[in-house]
C-alpha cells in the first residue's frame, strides 16, 4: 500500500517538472509567485506583482498596476510589512504607465520569507505618498516540491 502510494506520488512529481524544464528552455520562466497591490491613500491603484527565478540568486520582478498614471512612480522593495514599512531593500526600476520590470540580487527564497514588502510611490517628486503596497508573505504552497529522501 505505501509503496504503491509512493510511485504514484514520484510519477506526479516527474509529470510536473517536465513541462517547467521544457519551458525553461524556450522562454523565460512563468512567475512563481504573485503578490496583490493594495492601494493607499485613495490612489485607486491596484494590480499585481510577480516574482519569478532569474538565476544565479537573482529574482526578476514584474509589477503591473492598473489606474496608474503615465508618469514615473517610484517603487522599492522594502523591509517590514505593508503596515509597518522598513528601509528600502532592492530599489526597483520606476513604475511607467503602470509598468515596471527590474532584477535584483535577492533570491525567490529570500524575498518571499515573510520579512519584505513592495511599496509604490505617487511620483518623483512626492514620494512620501504612497499609492500601493504589496506584503511578499510567505508562499502557501512552496515554489518547489522537496525532494524525497
Ligand atoms: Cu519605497
Known amino acids: 500500500m505505501n509503496v504503491h502510494r509512493l ?3 514520484c510519477a506526479a512529481v516527474a509529470l510536473l517538472a517536465t513541462p ?7 522562454k523565460p520562466a512563468a512567475p512563481l ?3 496583490q497591490f493594495s492601494a493607499e491613500n485613495g490612489s485607486g491603484e491596484t494590480g499585481t506583482v510577480s ?3 532569474a538565476g544565479k ?5 514584474t509589477i503591473a498596476m492598473t489606474g496608474a498614471p503615465a508618469g514615473a512612480q ?3 522593495i522594502h523591509t517590514g510589512t505593508c503596515a509597518k514599512l522598513g528601509s528600502v531593500a532592492y530599489p526597483l ?3 511607467v504607465d503602470g509598468k515596471s520590470t527590474s532584477t535584483v540580487k535577492a533570491s525567490l527564497a529570500d524575498l518571499t520569507a515573510g520579512n519584505y514588502a513592495v ?3 505617487k511620483s518623483l517628486s512626492d514620494l512620501e505618498t504612497y499609492v500601493a503596497c504589496a506584503n511578499l508573505a510567505k508562499p502557501v504552497t512552496p515554489a518547489s516540491s522537496p525532494v524525497p529522501k
Open 93 to 95: 526600476t520606476n513604475v
Open 57 to 61: 540568486g537573482s529574482t526578476t520582478v
Open 33 to 35: 509567485q504573485s503578490y
Open 119 to 121: 511599496n509604490v510611490h
Open 74 to 76: 517610484p517603487a522599492h
Open 7 to 9: 510511485a504514484i506520488s
Open 51 to 53: 516574482l519569478a527565478p
Open 20 to 26: 517547467v524544464l521544457a519551458q525553461d528552455a524556450m
